[in-house]
């Protein structure tokens, strides 16, 4: 296998070990959507990342700017006793060059042993909620969790912001930005007398178990615009604009366009198109009050979030890519691939492969832009954050594009500067003192793993898909049952859950499905006929022998619940992401189901 200078491989190993090139056709399809001229060559990026500790040679003598504004003399090599951080070499001659210094591994605390809830946050819906869950059921889900449970940890879906307006994009891993919070996960307090009615109407929401989100939306937005009406301003509120910056001000111009046009940025009018034009400047100063309302919005969730976090660790979930039209891809549209989206090939879950619609950062602009869209996106995911699970990590190493127009199975995969990308990673994690979790299931090359660990990224580990009671699970990784994508535990010892893939239209795999269910039954010794509360009570059991740090438990398991999140390979076939659970949080808290599985992760355990 060959890698040609623009990252593009010769060709792969499919699942059944057979070789497939990549054609011609799929290589100068890559290539335009590189925006990569015949015979040209990538553009020599002014960026380094090295280790502390490493000697790196220069581009000559000059002068190293370090990030606390400190400037020092060199002769062409690095300091080995740099500090950490982003710096800026300026050559006596030629262009400067960042210079990225990182530590050679990811936070990990020497004994973490936590177990918490894998929870959707917009099924987790109280008492109190407007149709969806929101970040105060997420604070109240914490505290409980942490003073009567034990738990030291919760992950939640991924919290980036769709596109204002309705249709409200359902899936959390399709967000307009990673950088910024989804308004739609805003408490909203309803004292006031004029929100009364729009809070009501709200709350009616919460007898259907299928989410209403454009309803939801339209009644959080109404209900805000209100207290930002009455808002005299706030230190705070100045203090946070300044520190998210120009960032901020970008995602708040393009929302309040959003609302405008009513259409993805690639429809608006080509005036408006470009984040920086005259134009896009006039409209922000002629709609102030709608722009700042959107800065609004993002501190309130910054401030709401910050309170979720004060009793356990928040794992964030980081997607693998942004809506094509939406606020991310406006704002580094020059550093996207346009004309190609990210996939995965043929396996024996999806014969034809895999276009999950996700625009692809392009190497050679990743590094032109100094790593900066890749920096801001985990410093964001990473704020009031003490984890970070990283969705599809095989991403930082390679990712498998589709040539817009191709089959799946058309495409080939593209490499990243893994090690540059970890060491960001690394830096990140340390400042932000989180650990890293890397979702590495599904077709994950050789080596991969070995790097992961070498990097302090714990791997995953998921009993559906492991020959290995949980006992020999690694130490180094997060353990758990299932996944969102997967069935849970109810659904996959009924049956139901195969009898849905195959009311959906999809060719279910009545036979793996069959094995895995053997598997269950061998592991936990539950009988044939036992109850659903009872198989799950067992294979939680089975789990809390994992010696891995982290162990969770989705939340549907908690109450037995048959449906999953999400059906891949299904959009009106089945309602993903949208399905609340069957009981609220009060309710939650008062089955005896939660707190079986509970006492289960936080027994003691062997380490090895």
């Avoid at 060959?2 to 499919?14: C, L, M």
Wanted: glycine share 8%.
């Amino acid at each position: 296998m060959r890698t040609d200078r623009w990252g593009i491989d010769s060709g792969y190993e499919d699942c059944a070990r057979q070789w497939r090139p990549t054609s011609g056709a799929t290589r100068r399809a890559l290539l335009k959507a590189m925006r990569a001229g015949p015979g040209s060559r990538p553009p020599v990026a002014r960026v380094e990342v090295v280790r502390r500790g490493q000697r790196n040679g220069l581009r000559g003598p000059g002068e190293l700017h370090l990030e606390n504004g400190r400037a020092i003399p060199v002769d062409g090599v690095t300091p080995a006793n740099l500090p950490l951080g982003y710096h800026q070499f300026r050559p006596s001659r030629g262009k400067p060059t960042r210079l990225i210094v990182t530590p050679a591994r990811c936070y990990l605390p020497k004994h973490l042993r936590w177990w918490g809830w894998a929870a959707q946050l917009y099924a987790l819906r109280s008492e109190m909620s407007w149709g969806i869950g929101d970040l105060e059921d997420l604070r109240r889900l914490a505290e409980w969790s942490a003073s009567e449970l034990g738990a030291g940890v919760l992950m939640v879906n991924p919290l980036g912001a769709a596109s204002p307006g309705v249709p409200q994009q359902p899936s959390p891993y399709y967000p307009s930005s990673r950088l910024f919070r989804n308004p739609i996960y805003l408490h909203v307090a309803d004292e006031a007398s004029e929100v009364a009615p729009v809070a009501a109407a709200a709350r009616a929401l919460n007898h259907e178990r299928r989410i209403d989100r454009d309803r939801v939306f339209q009644c959080k937005m109404q209900a805000l615009w209100q207290p930002w009406e009455r808002f005299a301003g706030d230190s705070r509120f100045e203090d946070y604009c300044r520190e998210q910056g120009e960032p901020l001000r970008q995602f708040a111009n393009f929302c309040a366009l959003s609302e405008q046009f009513h259409t993805g940025w690639r429809c608006w009018p080509q005036d408006y198109r470009d984040p920086g034009s005259p134009q896009v400047e006039r409209f922000a100063g002629e709609h102030a009050s709608r722009v700042r309302f959107h800065q609004w919005l993002q501190w309130q969730a910054d401030l709401q979030l910050a309170r979720c976090s004060e009793r356990l660790a928040i794992m964030q979930d980081l997607p693998v890519g942004v809506d094509p039209e939406g606020a991310d891809a406006w704002v580094w549209q020059d550093v996207l691939a346009e004309g190609a989206t990210v996939g995965a090939p043929p396996d024996p879950f999806a014969a034809g492969g895999q276009d999950w619609g996700l625009p692809p950062f392009i190497p050679h602009q990743l590094r032109a832009a100094g790593y900066e869209p890749f920096i801001q996106t985990i410093r964001a995911v990473l704020r009031h954050a003490g984890a970070l699970r990283v969705d599809h990590v095989m991403g930082l190493f390679r990712l498998f594009w589709v040539p817009q127009g191709a089959s799946a199975a058309e495409g080939t995969y593209v490499r990243y500067p893994a090690d540059d990308l970890l060491g960001i990673l690394a830096l990140e994690s340390h400042r932000a003192k989180a650990i890293v979790v890397g979702e590495d299931l599904g077709t994950v090359e050789a080596g991969v793993r070995e790097k992961l660990a070498a990097y302090n990224v714990l791997s995953s580990r998921v009993l559906w898909f492991e020959s290995d009671p949980p006992a020999r699970y690694p130490r180094r990784a997060m353990a758990s049952v299932t996944t969102h994508d997967l069935p849970t535990i109810a659904g996959l010892w009924t049956g139901s859950d195969v009898r849905a893939q195959q009311k959906a239209g999809l060719g279910a795999n009545a036979a793996g499905t069959g094995q895995m269910r053997a598997w269950l039954r061998e592991l936990t010794g539950a009988a044939d006929n036992a109850e659903p509360r009872e198989v799950v009570a067992r294979a939680y059991q089975l789990l809390g022998q994992a010696p891995s740090m982290v162990v969770t438990a989705t939340l549907e398991d908690a109450l037995a619940v048959e449906e999953r999140p999400n059906m891949p390979s299904t959009l009106d076939e089945w309602p993903n992401w949208s399905l609340a659970l069957p009981k609220t949080l009060e309710q939650l808290q008062q089955d005896p189901l939660p707190r079986t599985i509970a006492a289960a992760l936080r027994a003691p355990h062997p380490t090895r």
